[in-house]
């Protein structure tokens, strides 16, 4: 089982913004943004329905980073060890 460094607050990386280089803030799984009971569901039931081709079998997590300055928005996916 694969652990997402970013989820468990195993990693202490920052991002910076590609508009006003501010650094971004983690906003956690993009899974979560789904719908109202997707933060409640297993990863790999969301990883089903996201859209990306073979996303269940791959070991990673896609975390939404919002700048708090400008409000840019990224998406970042995070590949576990």
């Known amino acids: 089982m694969s652990v997402c ?3 468990n607050g195993m990693s202490d990386e ?3 913004c590609s508009l006003c280089k501010g ?3 983690d906003k956690g ?3 979560d943004y ?3 009971y997707s933060p409640y569901m297993e990863i790999d ?3 089903l ?3 990306i081709p073979d996303n269940a079998e791959k ?3 896609v975390h939404l980073l919002i700048c708090p300055y400008c409000g840019n928005e990224r998406e970042l996916t995070v590949h576990h060890p």
């Open 14 to 16: 920052s991002y910076q």
């Open 29 to 31: 799984k993009m899974y």
């Open 5 to 7: 460094p970013l989820c």
């Open 34 to 36: 789904y719908d109202d």
């Open 59 to 61: 070991p990673e997590c």
């Open 45 to 47: 039931w969301n990883k």
């Open 23 to 25: 650094e971004m803030k």
């Open 49 to 51: 329905v996201d859209g």
